[in-house]
């Protein structure tokens, strides 16, 4: 039996490069360094105390970005696999409602709009005078 091996080659996918989060002992290690806690991190924000750690295992955008800012780094460089290239969150909080529902005028914005369309208009009908 005959195998090409140049054909066998061509066939694999080339190899993504795997982006790596910092591991949660890291950055706990990290925040220790500087000389104070998760625990303390999160009362100074007045959450609760296990708040902001929730960010190191699951994506919460509000806690990784109090933790980055702590650190003096951005979200992105703790986990570029939660962030899009352009510093959005991939999923958690930060997507959500994003195109779920369709905008809806209140009343008071309707009565708004109405007005500034009624004001254009005369300012239109005022420049048609002035041009006759």
């Given at each position: 039996?005959?195998?090409?091996?140049?054909?066998?080659?061509?066939?694999?996918?080339?190899?993504?490069?795997?982006?790596?989060?910092?591991?949660?002992?890291?950055?706990?290690?990290?925040?220790?360094?500087?000389?104070t806690?998760?625990q303390?991190?999160?009362?100074?924000?007045?959450?609760?105390?296990?708040?902001?750690?929730?960010?190191?295992?699951?994506?919460?955008?509000?806690?990784?970005?109090?933790?980055?800012?702590?650190?003096?780094?951005?979200?992105?460089?703790?986990?570029?696999?939660?962030?899009?290239?352009?510093?959005?969150?991939?999923?958690?909080?930060?997507?959500?409602?994003?195109?779920?529902?369709?905008?809806?005028?209140?009343?008071a914005?309707?009565?708004?709009?109405?007005?500034?369309?009624?004001?254009?208009?005369?300012?239109?009908?005022?420049?048609?005078?002035?041009?006759?």
């Open positions: 039996m005959f195998i090409n091996y140049k054909t066998l080659n061509m066939l694999k996918k080339p190899a993504k490069e795997k982006v790596q989060d910092w591991h949660p002992v890291d950055v706990v290690a990290a925040i220790r360094k500087t000389g806690s998760l303390r991190i999160s009362r100074e924000h007045n959450l609760c105390n296990a708040a902001v750690g929730q960010a190191l295992y699951r994506p919460y955008p509000k806690s990784e970005r109090i933790i980055a800012e702590h650190l003096g780094i951005t979200p992105q460089t703790i986990w570029p696999s939660r962030y899009n290239s352009d510093g959005t969150p991939k999923s958690g909080r930060g997507e959500r409602g994003i195109g779920r529902y369709p905008a809806q005028l209140t009343s914005s309707k009565t708004k709009a109405n007005d500034t369309t009624i004001i254009n208009s005369r300012n239109v009908n005022a420049l048609d005078k002035v041009a006759a």
